[in-house]
């Protein structure tokens, strides 16, 4: 097991004989329809302390109807949600926020036209007293915002900042470093890089290394296997609401997993197409090659 484990994870013989901790949070055999769509069909999933679960899927797989059932949006239709190893019905995400369990969901994840320090706290803001009178103590809340900021190795330098003005990778680093102050032991990243380049990327995925450190279980979901594989302890594969594999890191490397995740047959026919397209443009083609290789399973 990579990073830290909560001090408080309790401990339960796993079927080896060795100590295990218990999921901090976990699905069982969760489906979910809506009238005629099947978006979720037996699907498990689990995510411990110290640990980083990766859901992975094309548009359409059921990735976030899976996190909405794991933070409280809605119940599943059948199967289970279990906290600590306890079976759990959440009335709403007001709930499982109460629970530690945090989601940052992609665009809603911050507001742009609002300082840095206010979507820091937003509406959670420590105050102060002055006879009967409560005040807003703005100090402190920049404080504590640039303290917790810099945790993630961001230097804010004017807390007044608009978050519009940030960076894609500086924004999910409020939302991320946010869940984490307020107490979330579960972390849950709704595609925190499809709009990001490679370099926030980059960031962003060191942000969700650094919560696992900090002992937090994440769930990062994602359709680059590419991001899920160096930072990912664990990856569940959902193609039309189901799970088509189930892996921890020892047991599939980042070719089969890329493999898996397209399907090789798709990504070479789509090669095939990007080469017929713009054969004289190296860009296409360098495209074209890239994704050749991903279908041969050669990284
Ligand atoms: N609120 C909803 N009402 C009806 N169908 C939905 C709803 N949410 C999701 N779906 C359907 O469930 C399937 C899975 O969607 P979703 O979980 O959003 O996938 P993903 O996040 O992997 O792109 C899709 O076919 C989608 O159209
Ligand atoms: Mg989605």
Not at 45 to 62: F, P
Not at 184 to 189: C, P, Y
């Given at each position: 097991m990579t990073g830290n484990p909560a001090p408080n994870a309790s401990v339960q013989e796993a079927p080896g004989g060795s100590p295990r901790a218990v999921p901090l949070l976990e699905a069982r055999h969760v489906s979910k329809y809506f009238g005629s769509v099947i978006a979720l069909r037996d699907v498990s999933?689990?995510?411990?302390?110290?640990?980083?679960?990766?859901?992975?899927?094309?548009?359409?797989?059921?990735k976030s109807s899976l996190i909405k059932t794991l933070s409280g949006v809605f119940p599943p239709d059948e199967g289970e949600i279990l906290v600590d190893g306890n079976p759990i019905h959440f009335s709403g995400p007001r709930e499982a926020r109460a629970h530690g369990i945090a989601t940052v969901f992609q665009d809603l994840a911050t507001v742009p036209m609002m300082s840095v320090w206010r979507n820091f706290f937003l509406g959670q803001e420590p105050t102060r007293s002055f006879g009967p009178?409560?005040?807003?103590?703005?100090?402190?809340a920049k404080d504590v915002m640039k303290v917790e900021m810099a945790k993630m190795g961001i230097n804010v330098s004017d807390p007044n900042q608009y978050v519009g003005t940030l960076s894609g990778?500086?924004?999910q680093a409020v939302a991320i470093?946010?869940?984490?102050?307020?107490?979330?032991?579960?972390?849950?990243?709704?595609?925190?890089?499809?709009?990001?380049?490679?370099?926030?990327?980059g960031i962003v995925l060191k942000y969700v290394l650094q919560a696992r450190d900090m002992g937090r279980g994440v769930i990062l979901i994602?359709?680059?296997?590419?991001?899920?594989?160096?930072?990912?302890?664990?990856?569940?594969?959902l193609k039309l609401g189901r799970v088509m594999g189930s892996y921890t890191k020892d047991q599939i490397n980042v070719a089969e997993l890329t493999q898996m995740m397209a399907g090789g047959e798709e990504l070479a026919q789509l090669s095939h197409e990007l080469q017929r397209l713009g054969p004289d443009q190296p860009a296409i083609r360098e495209a074209a090659q890239e994704l050749a290789q991903d279908a041969a399973g050669e990284i």
């Open positions: 999933l689990e995510v411990r302390a110290g640990e980083v679960t990766c859901v992975l899927g094309d548009n359409g797989a059921g009178i409560r005040f807003l103590d703005q100090g402190r990778g500086e924004r470093s946010r869940a984490v102050y307020f107490g979330a032991r579960v972390l849950i990243l709704d595609e925190p890089t499809s709009a990001l380049g490679v370099r926030q990327s994602t359709h680059n296997p590419h991001h899920a594989y160096p930072v990912g302890d664990r990856f569940v594969l």
